[in-house]
């Protein structure tokens, strides 16, 4: 009933900066929170940042003070503003909705590439 599409993505030195978006469409009146994880080559995919309706937000330890989350409510659109990008911050990151009645859903991806 949701779907994402996320955009932004690409080729940074490290140190360099950013700026991810994922955009919501279809029955968008449910969603709960929004938010963005990643999944490392050889790793399980894991949390980066989550943005509710109530403005809470919460991030990964390894990505707190350099990445801020924010979330355009009118647009159906949540952010990811990545500063300070290390060689550990390469992954595909995926964007995910989560509504009122309990489904969740997932966008296809996005590469982040950090070299040194």
């Known amino acids: 009933q949701v779907q994402l599409v996320e955009s932004g993505g690409g080729l940074v030195q490290a140190g360099g900066s950013l700026r991810l978006s994922c955009a919501a469409s279809?029955?968008?009146?449910?969603?709960?929170?929004m938010g963005w994880y990643r999944q490392a080559p050889g790793k399980q995919r894991e949390l980066v940042a989550t943005y509710t309706n109530a403005g809470s937000t919460n991030y990964a330890d390894s990505v707190k003070g350099r990445f801020t989350i924010s979330r355009d409510n009118a647009k159906n659109t949540v952010y990811l503003q990545m500063n300070s990008l290390k060689p550990e911050d390469t992954a595909v990151y995926y964007c995910?909705?989560?509504?009122?009645?309990?489904?969740?859903?997932w966008g296809q991806g996005t590469q982040v590439t950090v070299s040194s």
């Open positions: 995910k909705a989560v509504d009122y009645w309990g489904s969740t859903s």
């Open positions: 279809g029955i968008t009146f449910g969603i709960n929170g």
